[in-house]
């Protein structure tokens, strides 16, 4: 029942993604990792696996809330496939006109063969081990969609018994690619232009 929730739970996600319209906001990095690594230390704990986090970028622009749901989907997929004892790295920092997010693991890896596929929904490269850790194959369709929402792209790369990496490229945060209602939002959330 738990199971099917969730899987109910991931479809109205995906769903919703293709119709929303997304109200981009400057969005404190830092902040986010911590969030993240918040809602996920207790899986971490479980799994006795360890989290570096490396922050070298001040802000990007997005929806906080779709942002953290694809750290935390991308994070909950390195947990899922690493072994007791290994670490996982999530790190940011500018390249260009980009911010660059990764998530790095030392688990099981992804054949080359599956690469092309991973980000496809429903798709599990494991699917024996998936049912058992109550994956449903949507987790990284959904993070694809935000991302792709953002006007970013996202990438994995991978070595089988060494790990893998999934690198998110998202708009460097500049006033100047926001909309105006975004703007307006933002000077009045830090208080610019008040008397």
Do not use: W
Request: net charge neutral.
């Amino acid at each position: 029942a738990r199971r099917t929730e969730r899987l109910s739970q991931k479809m109205m996600q995906l769903i919703a993604l293709q119709h929303e319209e997304l109200v981009k906001k400057p969005v404190k990095v830092a902040a986010l990792f911590e969030q993240v690594q918040a809602a996920l230390q207790g899986s971490l704990a479980e799994a006795g696996l360890s989290l570096q986090v490396q922050v070298d970028v001040d802000s990007l622009q997005g929806d906080s809330d779709l942002l953290h749901s694809a750290l935390c989907n991308l994070l909950d997929n390195a947990i899922k496939h690493s072994a007791p004892g290994q670490g996982i790295v999530i790190s940011a920092q500018e390249q260009g006109s980009s911010v660059v997010l990764t998530v790095t693991d030392q688990g099981r890896g992804i054949p080359e063969a599956e690469l092309a596929r991973i980000l496809q929904p429903f798709y599990r490269v494991d699917k024996a081990r998936s049912r058992r850790l109550g994956g449903a194959g949507l987790g990284l369709a959904i993070c694809q969609r935000i991302v792709t929402q953002h006007g970013g792209k996202i990438a994995v790369s991978s070595v089988p018994d060494e790990g893998s990496i999934f690198t998110v490229h998202l708009p460097v945060f500049t006033s100047d690619n926001l909309g105006p209602a975004a703007v307006r939002s933002a000077l009045e959330e830090s208080g610019a232009g008040r008397p």
